[in-house]
């Protein structure tokens, strides 16, 4: 199977992701495509590791929907709360999955504590024009490269957080609570590189202010905004330290050519930097993500559409 079609009605291959993932063969050195028909599928999703190459199309992103609603406090099978790291709607470990013209949600709701919608570690993950839809932990990005375009990133608190080594390029991130966190990264020290926003839009529900661009979740934390349209929802520091000030002199945060009424350099944290032309030339997505085999997804065209 390379091809296949999943439709929630009842007219393609099969009618929930998760048996068309299951499907799929193991190891696949080859592309294998699911393109995935209009409807909402509540359904908790796992892409395994051995199920690699797996290609997700959706027929629309918004028409699109891979939701579940479970957060930190929702009782597992073992009778026990799940925990951040169990509560996703969906999980993707297998390396080189790729994911367009969709969307995935936690319907949990705003106040109910961590509640992931994504949860990746696969190696090489990429995902172009979807949708990722929460408030705390929205999305959190394993130790890994990943690479989101066109994507739209909404969340509250910590939303976008984790290890991995990724790239956001041409994204709308959008806030949904005043005073939140948008990133919560944890780069591991012998990491360059961590998040690194390309050509982003920072937007916020209406009223919501005092927004901060990021917090160390872990001491080395790494995050730079290239280019990017900062509403006025974003607080003139920019930063916070976690509580922790020793994080300030560990902490990597960076910024070149805020645009917008958020962009105030004047009034950022002394430990937070302004990058130079040449160290912001630095920022590509091929230099970032590049690793020891050259990796380069900005390179890879759409898939066309399965007929």
């Not at 994204?171 to 966190?181: L, P, V």
């Not at 349209?229 to 976690?242: C, Q, T």
């Amino acid at each position: 199977m390379l091809k296949c079609i999943v439709d929630a009605a009842g007219s393609g291959d099969f009618s929930t992701v998760q048996e068309a993932v299951d499907a799929a063969p193991d190891g696949s050195r080859e592309k294998v495509t699911i393109f995935i028909k209009n409807g909402t599928y509540e359904e908790k999703l796992l892409v395994p590791k051995e199920k690699r190459n797996l290609h997700f199309l959706g027929e629309s992103r918004d028409g699109v929907v891979l939701t579940y609603s479970d957060n930190a406090k929702t009782l597992g099978p073992d009778g026990e709360p799940l925990g951040t790291f169990r509560s996703a709607s969906a999980f993707f470990h297998g390396d080189d999955f790729t994911a367009e013209q969709l969307t995935i949600r936690n319907s949990s709701g705003q106040g109910t504590g961590q509640a992931v919608a994504a949860f990746v570690t696969g190696d090489r993950a990429v995902f172009r024009s979807v949708t990722f839809l929460g408030f705390q932990d929205t999305l959190y990005t394993g130790e890994s490269r990943q690479y989101y375009e066109d994507c739209r990133i909404e969340g509250d608190v910590d939303y976008i957080f984790g290890p991995a080594t990724a790239v956001f390029n041409r994204c709308r991130i959008h806030s949904k609570r005043k005073g939140g966190y948008v990133t919560a990264a944890s780069t591991p020290e012998d990491k360059p590189f961590g998040y690194v926003f390309l050509d982003c839009t920072l937007t916020a529900d209406p009223g919501m202010t005092d927004v901060y661009l990021g917090r160390p979740w872990r001491p080395f934390a790494h995050v730079v905004w290239i280019r990017t349209d900062m509403d006025a929802s974003v607080k003139p520091e920019g930063w916070h330290n976690w509580s922790d000030p020793a994080r300030e002199a560990t902490s990597r945060y960076g910024e070149f050519d805020s645009r917008g009424p958020g962009a105030n350099p004047e009034a950022r944290v002394s430990w937070s930097c302004q990058l130079a032309p040449d160290e912001a030339a630095a920022y590509t997505v091929a230099n970032v993500l590049a690793g020891e085999d050259g990796w380069d997804p900005s390179a890879v065209q759409f898939e066309e559409r399965l007929r």
